[in-house]
């Protein structure tokens, strides 16, 4: 029997905005965490998280046929973006077929424990890409409006991720972390 892969509804089978090749020479050198989901155990859903530019969505093409990404979603309001991802996230939670990597910033553990109760994932990835090389690739890649956010707001965007992970002792998050 083959597994069904979920997919959005507005998203083609390749997403020609998305140039893996740009980060994959330094993919192999990232810091990850990787938290296991035992009560998920079997399930073809992996949550990332890490800042922008990290490599969330290239690692998640990677792991799975598709990704389920904030910044790739339909045009409208942050308020309706967010609602309809929340959405779709539960619906992954609850579908026994799901193949899918779910890809969030999430940098506290709140966010985190949040987004694992909508998904359920088998495992959480925590990008951990240093700033500098966030907005290294953030300035070259071939999508600067993702999230609806200019180039600015983007950089801005990761100051605030590792700001918001250092203070909340997200760094203390158990799992273990190592080099893929």
Do not use: Y
């Not at 155990?41 to 530019?53: E, H, K, N, Q, S």
């Not at 959405?87 to 424990?113: F, L, Q």
């Not at 300035?139 to 180039?151: E, F, H």
């Amino acid at each position: 029997m083959q597994r069904q892969c979920w997919r959005r509804p507005w998203q083609p089978d390749a997403d020609p905005g998305h140039d893996s090749t740009m980060v994959s020479n330094t993919m192999d050198d990232t810091p990850r965490q990787s938290i296991e989901h035992p009560e998920n155990i079997g399930r073809a859903v992996t949550l990332i998280c890490g800042p922008p530019g990290a490599g969330k969505t290239t690692l998640g093409l990677q792991l799975h046929r598709t990704t389920l990404d904030i910044g790739e979603m339909p045009p409208g309001t942050p308020q309706e973006r967010m609602k309809l991802f929340g959405r779709m996230a539960w619906r992954i939670g609850r579908d026994r077929n799901a193949n899918v990597a779910v890809i969030r910033g999430a940098p506290t553990e709140s966010d985190r424990t949040h987004q694992q109760g909508l998904c359920r994932p088998a495992r959480t990835i925590i990008m951990l890409t240093d700033a500098d090389e966030c907005h290294r690739r953030i300035a070259t890649r071939s999508r600067p409006g993702v999230d609806g956010r200019d180039l600015a707001g983007q950089h801005a965007a990761v100051d605030a991720w590792w700001a918001a992970w250092s203070a909340s002792g997200s760094h203390q998050v158990q799992g273990t972390t190592r080099q893929w």
